[in-house]
């Protein structure tokens, strides 16, 4: 461990110990102010219970919402799941929403382009789908032509494509993986992954 490391978690000990130890001295009691300031913070703003954005657990969160703009995500105590808690990740999911570092339209870099430019979902969700239809016309499979163990020419039907995979989201729900799952073997796609299966 470096010098600096030990030096700041030591002062950090000692200043906090110091703000600690004096109020307590003080006998001043800071719950109440602080519930106060989260009261006053989400004065006005309506709550809407959501689900966190993060992985598969899915725990219950609490978005206030005040004339249009989000104003404070917490853990949903009505929440069988997670009961107000939410780790890390999901405790700073305001910061994923609000955010003016976040992007907001579709970036694209054409083959060869060395700059990402601005482009319409439409146009984006046609090219995808024309690239799709390209790859699987190119590379599709319709039978498999072999030899069994004896040697005798065996034939078995494939219909599908190995030049396409599929990776889902933690957070896409049933509903969704059902849709796509089903979308996928249609187009004769066999590569389906999920990023987080529990
Ligand atoms: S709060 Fe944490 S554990 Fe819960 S869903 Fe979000 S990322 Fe997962």
């Not at 700059?115 to 590379?139: G, H, N, Q, Y």
């Amino acid at each position: 461990m470096s010098a600096t490391a030990t030096n700041r978690r030591a002062f950090l000990r000692r200043t906090t110990g110091l703000a600690g130890g004096t109020l307590a001295g003080l006998g001043l009691d800071l719950r109440p102010a602080q519930a106060a300031a989260q009261r006053l913070k989400l004065q006005g703003a309506k709550e809407y219970a959501s689900v966190c954005p993060y992985c598969a657990v899915g725990c219950g969160q609490v978005v206030s919402v005040r004339q249009g703009q989000i104003v404070n995500i917490e853990g949903n105590p009505d929440s069988p799941i997670n009961a107000g808690t939410l780790c890390p990740k999901g405790s700073a999911t305001y910061q994923l929403a609000v955010n003016p570092n976040r992007l907001t339209t579709v970036k694209y870099r054409r083959p060869y382009g060395a700059v990402w430019e601005d482009v319409s979902l439409d146009w984006a969700m046609d090219r995808i789908a024309e690239r799709v239809k390209a790859t699987r016309d190119a590379s599709f499979r319709e039978w498999w032509d072999g030899t069994d163990a004896e040697g005798r020419p065996v034939r078995k039907r494939l219909n599908h494509t190995p030049a396409i995979a599929s990776l889902g989201g933690a957070t896409m729900d049933n509903e969704w993986n059902y849709l796509q799952l089903k979308m996928w073997r249609a187009l004769g796609g066999i590569w389906l992954e999920n990023q987080a299966r529990i």
